[in-house]
């Protein structure tokens, strides 16, 4: 049973191109995340979502836009792609215990742009 | 936010322990410490979580010390499965935000 799961896992595209990516989480969380990954290994954060509420949300271009359908799902588009957007994107979900807080990522989605 | 410093890199053998240790010299009183490890091509995946002191589990420790501007991830016994990118971060105290640092990377060899 995968607990957080991205689709596509890998995606190619062009530039000026729309594109989605999916995520699922079936540990009953309330919160989901965003990450980007560059090419030097940097986690960023993007976006954070609680309860379908947007509670984060970092200096990223506006060609980013989170999704939230439901409670276990996150869907990150992104509009008019440029290269600069090429990296890794990982999900995560957390649950908060008190004020310790874990994080579970999902497999990530390696987007490239040519 | 409380930024992390860590060494980009360290080497190790099999069968050693591993220290790495952390720097979060505005770390806040509510906030907590916290490490992940990340395989290539994977995710981050959780280790241990901590506030002051020091932390057991199954996997590592985590040794902080009173003033609790850094920490140290100790690995006891490394494998070569260990290989891997070691981040700390810290929690804010409202706890919404994961401030990831560089990581360090670990190379365990034979």
């Known amino acids: 049973d995968t607990a957080v799961s991205q689709t596509p896992k890998y995606l190619v595209t062009q530039m000026g191109n729309d594109k989605s990516i999916k995520c699922e989480q079936n540990?009953?969380?309330?919160?989901m995340y965003w990450y980007k990954q560059d090419s030097k290994k940097f986690l960023k954060i993007m976006f954070s979502?609680?309860?379908?509420?947007?509670?984060i949300n970092e200096t990223v271009p506006n060609r980013f836009s989170p999704k939230s359908p439901d409670k276990a799902h996150l869907n990150l588009h992104i509009n008019s792609l440029e290269l600069g957007d090429s990296a890794v994107y990982f999900c995560?979900?957390?649950?908060?215990?008190?004020?310790?807080?874990?994080?579970?990522f999902g497999p990530g989605t390696r987007l490239l742009v040519l | 936010l409380a930024k992390t410093t860590q060494p980009i890199s360290m080497d190790s053998y099999e069968g050693q322990e591993v220290n790495i240790t952390c720097s979060h010299n505005n770390i806040a009183t509510n906030d907590y410490i916290t490490w992940y490890q990340q395989f290539p091509s994977q995710g981050p995946r959780f280790i241990i979580q901590?506030?002051?002191t020091k932390v057991t589990n199954e996997v590592a420790s985590l040794f902080i010390p009173a003033d609790r501007k850094s920490s140290t991830l100790s690995l006891p016994r490394v494998s070569l499965s260990d290989t891997a990118v070691y981040y700390c971060l810290v929690i804010n105290n409202a706890g919404n935000m994961l401030t990831f640092g560089g990581g360090t990377r670990l190379m365990v060899k034979p």
């Open positions: 901590g506030y002051k």
């Open positions: 540990l009953g969380h309330d919160t």
């Open positions: 979502y609680n309860n379908k509420e947007l509670i």
């Open positions: 995560a979900s957390s649950f908060r215990e008190g004020s310790q807080e874990t994080q579970y």
